[in-house]
């Protein structure tokens, strides 16, 4: 009878295990998809730059280095790839750094813009400039379902008695998207 009970016993908390780690990897997984959202809208935002530096080439003799500048930022932000399902907050912080980078190229760009009024008037850069902005917004969108999935899953990862599992099979806690440095001050705008 007492082996009956200690293979119980353990049938028992090897299903507990069993259930931990299969919903540790559900939550894992949804976080690496949500992740997978926001690399499709930033190759989207990568795909429109190019058409938005031709565009602006194309109309005006415009400031050379603010294009350089923009295509600069594209090229190093696509050339940073992370592994969502081995992610850490250093990489996580590069590949920030380098999106902010692109952000701020492409936010330069669109403000220096406003000085050419037959490139603002130009119906072909009105439309890369709402797919952009459409983009941007898709991207914070995504940015924040990854950082809601990566809340969901640290919880679980972090509460007992699931964080023995997560101990002893390997599962750490995922970074979080952060504002952009400077981003609680509002930007100025002067067209003096």
């Given at each position: 009878?007492?082996?009956?009970?200690?293979?119980?016993?353990?049938?028992?908390?090897?299903?507990?295990?069993?259930?931990?780690?299969?919903?540790?990897?559900?939550?894992?997984?949804?976080?690496?998809?949500?992740?997978?959202?926001?690399?499709?809208?930033?190759?989207?935002?990568?795909?429109?730059?190019?058409?938005?530096?031709?565009?602006?080439?194309?109309?005006?003799?415009?400031?050379?280095?603010?294009?350089?500048?923009?295509?600069?930022?594209?090229?190093?932000?696509?050339?940073?790839?992370?592994?969502?399902?081995?992610?850490?907050?250093?990489?996580?912080?590069?590949?920030?750094?380098?999106?902010?980078?692109?952000?701020?190229?492409?936010?330069?760009?669109?403000?220096?813009?406003e000085q050419y009024?037959?490139?603002?008037?130009?119906?072909?850069?009105?439309?890369?400039?709402?797919?952009?902005?459409?983009?941007?917004?898709?991207?914070?969108?995504?940015?924040?379902?990854?950082?809601?999935?990566?809340?969901?899953?640290?919880?679980?990862?972090?509460?007992?008695?699931?964080?023995?599992?997560?101990?002893?099979?390997?599962?750490?806690?995922?970074?979080?998207?952060?504002?952009?440095?400077?981003?609680?001050?509002?930007?100025?705008v002067n067209f003096?």
């Amino acid at each position: 009878m007492a082996i009956l009970i200690v293979i119980l016993v353990l049938v028992v908390i090897i299903g507990i295990y069993v259930v931990m780690y299969n919903g540790l990897v559900q939550l894992r997984v949804h976080a690496q998809e949500s992740w997978s959202q926001i690399d499709v809208q930033l190759q989207r935002r990568n795909d429109l730059i190019p058409n938005l530096v031709n565009t602006v080439k194309g109309q005006a003799n415009f400031e050379q280095q603010t294009l350089t500048n923009v295509i600069e930022a594209r090229a190093k932000a696509t050339q940073t790839k992370i592994d969502p399902s081995n992610l850490t907050e250093e990489q996580l912080n590069e590949f920030q750094q380098n999106q902010n980078q692109v952000g701020s190229a492409l936010s330069r760009l669109l403000v220096t813009v406003e000085q050419y009024p037959q490139l603002k008037a130009n119906e072909g850069f009105m439309n890369l400039q709402a797919q952009l902005e459409g983009t941007e917004n898709r991207i914070n969108v995504a940015r924040n379902k990854f950082n809601e999935a990566a809340r969901i899953y640290n919880e679980k990862v972090r509460q007992f008695p699931t964080k023995l599992a997560a101990m002893i099979f390997g599962f750490k806690a995922k970074p979080y998207f952060k504002s952009a440095t400077g981003a609680e001050n509002a930007p100025t705008v002067n067209f003096n």
